[in-house]
């Protein structure tokens, strides 16, 4: 009976050992997949604000807007339809109050940016956006190790500098549009953390939410500001692709969120206009500057350090 039970104890520990190893294993791929998933999203984000800037300058942002949200409403609606999704309530509604936050974010970003100075209201929005998951995930009681701590800072200088103008595009203005900037990284935040939200599970309602709400608010805006729609729309081919990267984006996020820690999916996910600065340069010619290679450099400390086990 002594050397059954010590067989027994044997064997137990060997099979503790291997579900110890397993465990190991599938942390470490889940950690690996929310962080691919975290920067295609940040990839196809800046990709839609590059195309959708571009296509801003031939037709008005509430189009552009109104119909970049329309492809994406199309897309999430026919997943809905032909895969035969039952309607999920709470994913919907938390999707409608992220769409409500990404139009108050987009309308106090673009207002910021017209009436201050875009030095201050860019890295001020994109840093809040960054920093304030972070400070949710705190305040409920997520613990983070140094280590992690160090890729938030990273993260953070990363955003930073990586949101910054280029000097050509920082134009002397008495009012420094501080508030907007403040409004609309709150927002931004807000959005990346509903979209996130643990009630949400990654349900493809979500994202149908999200994009109703968003059109909703951009016929207010076309209505009240009485902007007329035309047969031929400028920059149609441009919008088309701002919408199709906008939409893959949310996909990336909202699956990202589903199996990652939201304050680390969020950061990563709020690099994205190191793909817009990278398709200036590569499309429109534009200089790179020393900014930029400290915002890419701090970005992969980010990254190596939330690929650590």
């Not at 897309?75 to 999920?88: D, E, R, T, W, Y």
């Amino acid at each position: 009976m002594q050397v059954n039970s010590e067989m027994s104890l044997n064997e137990i520990r060997r099979r503790a050992s291997i579900m110890y190893v397993s465990l190991i294993r599938t942390n470490g791929n889940i950690r690996l997949l929310f962080i691919i998933t975290s920067l295609i999203c940040a990839v196809m984000m800046g990709a839609g604000d590059f195309f959708g800037g571009q296509a801003s300058k031939q037709s008005p942002v509430a189009v552009v807007g109104l119909i970049t949200q329309l492809l994406g409403l199309f897309v999430v609606s026919s997943i809905v339809l032909f895969g035969a999704q039952s309607f999920a309530q709470t994913p919907f509604l938390y999707g409608i109050g992220a769409g409500l936050c990404g139009s108050v974010a987009l309308i106090a970003l673009y207002r910021g940016l017209a009436v201050g100075k875009v030095s201050i209201v860019a890295p001020v929005s994109a840093v809040l956006s960054a920093l304030i998951p972070v400070i949710v995930a705190v305040v409920t009681g997520h613990v983070f190790g140094g280590l992690t701590w160090i890729g938030i800072g990273s993260g953070l200088i990363a955003v930073y500098f990586l949101s910054l103008p280029s000097a050509d595009e920082t134009k002397a203005k008495e009012e420094t549009g501080i508030f907007h900037a403040i409004i609309a990284g709150i927002a931004l935040a807000f959005f990346y953390i509903m979209l996130g939200h643990a009630e949400t599970h990654g349900n493809i309602w979500t994202l149908v939410g999200e994009r109703f709400s968003v059109v909703s608010v951009m016929l207010i805006v076309i209505l009240f500001r009485r902007i007329k729609i035309t047969k031929t729309i400028p920059g149609l081919k441009l919008i088309l692709v701002a919408g199709a990267t906008d939409v893959i984006g949310n996909f990336a996020f909202l699956y990202s969120a589903s199996i990652g820690p939201l304050p680390m999916v969020a950061m990563i996910s709020s690099l994205y206009p190191a793909t817009t600065l990278f398709l200036g340069w590569i499309i429109l010619k534009e200089k790179l500057n020393k900014r930029l290679v400290i915002g890419i450099v701090c970005a992969f400390v980010c990254i190596a350090i939330f690929a650590m086990p």
